[in-house]
């Protein structure tokens, strides 16, 4: 059977080299941002059941997540940079991107206080419920600055059309 199927493709259709997943000319923004859009949030909802429960080793994987959410933000951040150079100079929505920019920057350099400040935690293995709480209302008030950066990015987009290019 196998021998079969082998017998029947078409070989021309394989010599052809593969194509590129991600062209250069790609702005990978747009892919990036989902990242800490999610797992910062998420991050701060797992600590929050986990003092809730009373679980001390949920705090390990959602200060995982958290660290996996920073590392997104840092990128999504240095390609909103890239992203965003051809429409500074524009009138209407270069003030808009500064907008977003100053959000997105808030939430990031917050969010890396909060993963170098629950470090030491980590570190020694100490989840005193009052000492982690105060990091856990800081993942929330971060998140909430996520949340508004991607407001402004999604108003961008869809208000303003920012980086939307046509089929032409």
Not at 147 to 162: K, M, N, P, Q, R
């Given at each position: 059977?196998?021998?079969?199927?082998?017998t029947?493709?078409?070989?021309?259709?394989?010599?052809?080299?593969?194509?590129?997943?991600?062209?250069s000319?790609?702005?990978?923004?747009?892919?990036?941002i989902?990242?800490?859009i999610?797992?910062l949030p998420?991050?701060?909802?797992?600590?929050?059941?986990?003092?809730?429960?009373?679980?001390?080793?949920?705090?390990a994987?959602?200060?995982a997540?958290?660290?996996?959410?920073?590392?997104g933000a840092v990128?999504?951040?240095?390609?909103?940079?890239?992203?965003?150079?051809?429409?500074w100079?524009?009138?209407?929505v270069g003030?808009?991107?500064a907008?977003?920019?100053?959000?997105?920057?808030?939430?990031?350099?917050?969010a890396?206080v909060?993963?170098?400040?629950?470090?030491?935690?980590h570190?020694?293995?100490?989840f005193?419920?009052r000492?982690?709480?105060?990091w856990v209302a800081?993942?929330?008030?971060?998140?909430?600055?996520v949340?508004?950066a991607?407001y402004?990015g999604?108003e961008?987009?869809?208000?303003?059309?920012?980086g939307?290019r046509?089929?032409?």
């Amino acid at each position: 059977m196998i021998s079969r199927l082998r017998t029947r493709v078409n070989w021309r259709l394989c010599a052809h080299p593969t194509p590129t997943i991600l062209p250069s000319t790609m702005d990978l923004h747009p892919v990036l941002i989902h990242f800490p859009i999610v797992l910062l949030p998420l991050s701060a909802a797992l600590d929050l059941c986990a003092l809730w429960r009373r679980r001390s080793d949920w705090h390990a994987v959602a200060y995982a997540l958290w660290a996996l959410g920073v590392a997104g933000a840092v990128a999504a951040v240095i390609s909103g940079n890239a992203a965003a150079a051809e429409y500074w100079q524009e009138p209407l929505v270069g003030p808009l991107i500064a907008r977003h920019e100053d959000w997105a920057t808030a939430a990031l350099v917050l969010a890396l206080v909060v993963l170098l400040g629950r470090l030491p935690l980590h570190l020694k293995q100490e989840f005193a419920r009052r000492r982690l709480a105060v990091w856990v209302a800081a993942a929330i008030a971060v998140s909430a600055l996520v949340w508004i950066a991607a407001y402004w990015g999604g108003e961008l987009v869809y208000g303003h059309g920012v980086g939307v290019r046509g089929n032409g």
